[in-house]
């Protein structure tokens, strides 16, 4: 039996079921490099419920096919183009859809996932977030769902977004898209690209690693005495009321503004104070 104690050991009889019951790109990311992010708002409900169940049926990507499509992947050494699909609800879409409150869990109720973004000025522990009514229009009003459609073609992710769009659009009052792209930079010491953030650095070398294998091989890589990046599955998983092996999880999504060209400008000052130069910083 997988325990969320641990990480999970991809040897174990039991893994390939468990992660057929999990969205893909919550134990690890999805790795396309185009993602479109359709937020929507519900205005009819009613047929919404059995969409979603044939949305879930045929199009989202499990965490095993995440880990099939990976494979595959890597054994063509070529981009596969396969699209990568997984469906969120906010706490506001539960509700819309008619979900009874004692079918969420206790412990989620009047916490950071019920209020929403635009309320955290009341929790324990508030945001420092600018007021509401500075937000990007869109993020000012109700948001119900998310679709997050992945791939590394980015015709064919544009070409994707406009179908469901179309799809959706006899039942939501409001649509809009965020994009995303994949930034690499190819660092003198290493033969690949690497991916990096904004500010220029690579990305996610310090990220929690919950599958027992990835962690032994970050390991090798950079060794474990500093770091240990392994970490158990109930870091990211929660188990769903009333079901048996049955697992979810958050996804946080913050829209943030980082200034680059002051971020460089506090390095090279810092670098003038200590005496060394930008590149040694």
Not at 7 to 32: C, M, V, Y
Not at 78 to 92: W, Y
């Amino acid at each position: 039996m997988i325990t969320l104690d641990k990480s999970l050991d991809l040897d174990d009889p039991e893994a390939t079921a468990f992660l057929q019951r999990i969205q893909g790109n919550i134990l690890k990311s999805h790795g396309r490099d185009h993602v479109n992010l359709l937020f929507l708002q519900f205005s009819d409900p009613r047929p919404i419920p059995a969409w979603i169940a044939e949305f879930a049926r045929t199009r989202i990507t499990s965490a095993q096919q995440q880990r099939e499509d990976t494979q595959r992947w890597r054994a063509s050494n070529a981009a596969a183009n396969l699209s990568f699909v997984s469906l969120f609800l906010s706490f506001d879409g539960y509700k819309d859809l008619g979900m009874p409150g004692d079918k969420i869990p206790w412990e989620l109720r009047r916490t950071y996932f019920e209020r929403g973004m635009k309320a955290q000025a009341f929790a324990e522990r508030p945001f420092n977030d600018p007021p509401v009514t500075t937000w990007d229009a869109d993020y000012q009003g109700m948001i119900h769902a998310l679709i997050l459609h992945a791939n590394d073609d980015p015709e064919v992710l544009e070409s994707d977004t406009k179908a469901l769009i179309a799809e959706v659009t006899a039942w939501t009052s409001a649509r809009w898209v965020e994009r995303g792209h994949r930034l690499t930079f190819q660092f003198p010491t290493r033969d690949e690209l690497i991916t990096i953030e904004h500010f220029g650095n690579q990305d996610g070398i310090s990220d929690p690693i919950v599958i027992k294998q990835d962690a032994e091989k970050q390991r090798q890589v950079r060794g474990g005495d500093k770091w240990d990046p392994e970490a158990p599955l109930s870091l990211l998983l929660h188990r769903e009321p009333g079901a048996a092996e049955r697992y979810g999880s958050f996804l946080v999504f913050r829209k943030l503004e980082q200034n680059v060209k002051g971020y460089h400008q506090a390095l090279d000052d810092l670098a003038k104070v200590l005496g060394l130069s930008g590149a040694a910083v």
